[in-house]
C-alpha cells in the first residue's frame, strides 16, 4: 500500500498548493455560485462563493496520472494504461460540468440552474457509452462479483447497459449530494478509498494508486470547502467524482456494493425521486400537493427539521464510513 499512499500524499500537496490562487482567481472571474431560491434561507449567504471548484482536485490527480503513463514510455512501469479509462470519466464528466456551472453563472434569472437536463442527460449517455464501450471491448470487462461467491460471473451484454446506469445514475447521485458544505467531498473520499483497499487485495495496484490520488485530492479540497465553505466544486466536480466512482466500481468488478459502499448518495438520489414521484401522483389523482419531506434532496430535509448543516454533513459522513466498513467486508466475504 505505499505506492497508493505516496500518491495520496502527493495529490493532497499538489492540490492544496493552488487552493488559495485557484479561489482568487475564480473570485477575479466573478465564478461565484447562484443560490437557488426555494432551497433554505440559511444558504443564501453563501451566494457569491467560488465555485467550479472540482478544478482544484482533477487537475493534480489528471497530471500524476499522465506524468505516470509518460514515464512508462520511458520504460518505467509506474502505472497501467487502464487507469486512462477512470481519468478519461473524470476529465469528460468534468467538461460536462464545468459547462453546467458556467451556464448557470451566467444566467440572469434566479434560479441558479445550469444546463437543461434534457441537453444534459443526453450527452451524460454518450459519454458513459464510450467508456463502457472501452472497458467492454478493450479492457475485456463485463462480469459481476456477489459476495461469497468464489469465481466472478460473466454476465455478458447485459454487463453494457447495467454499466450505462451505473456511470449515469452515480454521476447524478453525487451531484444531487454536492449541497453542503464538506458533504459530497468526504463521502467521496471515502467511497474512493474503500474501492483502492478493494483494487489493491484484487491485485490491481494500478487502479489502486488512481482512486488514492482521487482521496488524497479530495483532502486537499475539504481543505477549503469544510464548513464555512471558501469554495464549492460545482458540477465540475461532482459530475466528474460520480461518474469516476462508477467506473472504478466497474473495473473492480465489485459494481453490485456501489449502493452499499456509496449508500449515502444512493439515499440522497432516492430522497429526490421519491420527493418528485409523490408530488407528481398527488396533484395529478388526489388533486393535493403531498410532499414526503421537508425538501429534497434529504440533506436539506434535515436542515430544515433544525439540524446545523455540520451535523447534517458529519452524520452522513460517519454513514458513509459504516457503509465503507461493510462494503469491504461484503468484498472479502
Given amino acids: 500500500m505505499s505506492y497508493p499512499l505516496t500518491l495520496a500524499t502527493l495529490a493532497f500537496f499538489l492540490a492544496v498548493i493552488w487552493g488559495e490562487p485557484l479561489i482568487q482567481l475564480l473570485k477575479s472571474h ?29 487537475a493534480p490527480v489528471v497530471l500524476i496520472t499522465l506524468g505516470l503513463n509518460l514515464a512508462n514510455l520511458l520504460g518505467f512501469t509506474l502505472i497501467g494504461e487502464s487507469a486512462m479509462v477512470p481519468v478519461f470519466a473524470m476529465l469528460s464528466f468534468g467538461a460536462l460540468g464545468f459547462l453546467d456551472d458556467l451556464a448557470g453563472i451566467r444566467k440572469k434569472r434566479g434560479d441558479a440552474q445550469g444546463m437543461l437536463a434534457r441537453s444534459k442527460f443526453p450527452l451524460q449517455v454518450g459519454l458513459a457509452i464510450i467508456l463502457v464501450a472501452v ?29 450505462l446506469f451505473i456511470i449515469v445514475g452515480s454521476a447524478n447521485a453525487v451531484n444531487l449530494t454536492d449541497g453542503l458544505d464538506g458533504l459530497a467531498g468526504s463521502i467521496a473520499a471515502v467511497s474512493f478509498a474503500t474501492y483502492g483497499l478493494i483494487a ?9 494508486a488512481f482512486t488514492f490520488s482521487i482521496v488524497g485530492a479530495l483532502f486537499a479540497f475539504l481543505w477549503f470547502n469544510a464548513f464555512p465553505a471558501q469554495l464549492f466544486m460545482g458540477d465540475t466536480g461532482s459530475l466528474a467524482l460520480g461518474a469516476t466512482l462508477g467506473v472504478v466500481s466497474l473495473m473492480t468488478g465489485q459494481w453490485l456494493l456501489l449502493a452499499v459502499i456509496g449508500l449515502p448518495f444512493v439515499i440522497e438520489a432516492l430522497s429526490v425521486i421519491i420527493q418528485v414521484s409523490v408530488a407528481k401522483f398527488s396533484r395529478r389523482f388526489l388533486h393535493r400537493d403531498i410532499r414526503v419531506f421537508k425538501m429534497a434532496p434529504l440533506h436539506h ?31 472479502l466475504a
Fill in 30 to 58: 466573478q465564478m461565484g455560485q447562484r443560490i437557488r431560491m426555494e432551497g433554505p434561507k440559511s444558504h443564501q449567504v453563501k451566494a457569491g462563493t467560488p465555485t467550479m471548484g472540482g478544478i482544484l482536485f482533477i
Fill in 200 to 208: 489493491y487485495l484484487q491485485g490491481q495496484v494500478w487502479l489502486s
Fill in 301 to 331: 430535509h434535515f436542515e430544515l427539521k433544525g439540524w446545523a448543516e455540520n451535523h447534517v454533513t458529519q452524520r452522513f459522513f460517519i454513514i458513509g464510513i459504516l457503509s465503507g466498513m461493510i462494503g469491504i467486508a461484503l468484498a
Fill in 135 to 163: 472497458m467492454y471491448w478493450r479492457l475485456d470487462i463485463h462480469s459481476i462479483a456477489i459476495p461469497t461467491v468464489p469465481d466472478r460471473i460473466d454476465i455478458g451484454w447485459w454487463w453494457i447497459p447495467i454499466a
